[in-house]
């Protein structure tokens, strides 16, 4: 049963106004008491992050040389791997495969244009 505050506060003060001989109780309740409820500890399973087995790739070789007789005057802007520098008769020449090729200036740069054989 809850005390009203005003109620005791009333019954204070009529007790306090009675004569002095007169014999009165006042009881005042406290406010009740709240605990907290007991903190709960949850222990929750660590997340496992289980990755794919890994995937090799073989190295790539690297690209072949030309194997495939490219039309006279094919231009190219840059020489494939493995391509040979000789200079025949004071001229730079490539050979790439079966291919001759011969450097070139043009307006965006340098170019390659297949030659016949020197």
Same mark, same amino acid.
């Given at each position: ?24 109780? !006042?009881? #005042?309740?406290?406010? &009740? @008491? %709240?605990? =907290? +409820?007991? $903190? /709960? !500890?949850v #222990?929750?399973?660590? &997340? @496992? %992050?289980v =990755? +794919?087995? $890994? /995937? ?5 070789? &690297? ?25 025949v ?27 016949p054989?020197?």
């Open positions: 049963m809850r005390t009203n505050p005003f109620a005791a506060v009333i019954l204070a003060v009529a007790a306090l106004a009675a004569p002095v001989n007169a014999h009165a109780w !006042v009881v #005042v309740r406290a406010a &009740p @008491v %709240y605990y =907290a +409820p007991r $903190p /709960v !500890v #222990v929750a399973p660590v &997340p @496992v %992050y =990755a +794919p087995a $890994p /995937v090799y790739l073989p190295p790539q070789p &690297p690209p072949s040389l030309l194997t495939t007789k490219l039309p006279l005057g094919t231009n190219i802007s840059t020489l494939p791997n493995g391509c040979n520098s000789m200079t008769n004071g001229q730079p020449y490539y050979q790439c495969g079966v291919n001759w090729m011969k450097a070139f200036g043009g307006p965006t740069g340098i170019y390659f244009s297949v030659v054989p020197p």
